[in-house]
């Protein structure tokens, strides 16, 4: 999954400029981070009492990047990747499980703002399809590993704009990825099970800086 959405991220890039300019719009970059709190469990592995041994991933935080490319004065199309990581614990504990989880996040969406990217404060709302990437490392001492894997859902979110400039903004951003996540455990190479499909609802706080590259 991942590597069929880099070449379509990219190719819009490559693209986007030319097109955006006759139509008066305009291209921007917003470096970010933040943090990601997950609000769901994330693990129930087979043959062990949920009561005692459901997991769910710690508050981690994040780095990313999005790109935004005008398509009307109103509407913008948004690619958006993010980074982090954080052990699991188990829930009725609130202890560390041994396990560590990396988090790649990548979206593309349909933006709406209110008012034009020059002017000095600007409301976005955003939704379209996420995919969330978790790949893990395990410190328990077992040879039952879980292993990576990407789940695709919806997320939605907004965005306060505050302009510092002529060419940049600060951008408070707030995203709420939903998806079902099961992932599969193995002992070398044989499948010794599958976790339960649970929904999550990991939401997203960000602190960012919009560039424009390419018109306003």
């Known amino acids: 999954m991942i590597r069929r959405l880099v070449p379509a991220v990219t190719l819009l890039m490559a693209l ?17 981070f933040g943090l990601t709190v997950p609000g769901k469990l994330l693990l129930l592995r087979p043959g062990l009492d949920p009561a005692i041994q459901a ?10 990047g999005r790109i935004n ?28 499980s041994g396990t560590k989880a990396s988090v790649l996040t990548m979206s593309g969406e349909l933006v709406y703002r209110n008012k034009p990217a020059v002017e000095p404060f600007s ?18 001492g077992t040879m039952t590993a879980l292993r990576a ?24 951003g707030i995203d709420d990825f939903i998806y079902n996540a099961s992932f599969t455990l193995a002992t070398g190479s044989q499948v010794a099970g599958v976790t339960q499909p649970l929904t999550q609802n990991d939401v997203r706080v960000s602190l960012g800086f919009r560039v424009a590259i390419a018109g306003q």
């Open 16 to 32: 986007a400029p030319g097109v955006l300019l006759g139509q008066k719009t305009g291209v921007a970059v917003t470096p970010f």
């Open 55 to 64: 997991e769910k991933q710690a508050v981690l935080g994040l780095i990313g």
């Open 123 to 140: 409301l976005t709302l955003h939704g379209g399809v996420g995919a969330v990437h978790r790949s893990f490392s395990e410190n328990t």
């Open 149 to 172: 894997k990407t789940n695709v859902g919806a997320v939605f979110g907004a965005g306060f704009n505050f302009r510092a400039s002529r060419r940049m903004a600060v951008v408070i």
């Open 69 to 96: 490319i005008g398509l009307t004065r109103s509407v913008e199309f948004q690619g958006d990747m993010g980074y982090g990581s954080s052990g699991l614990k188990v829930a009725s504990l609130a202890a560390p």
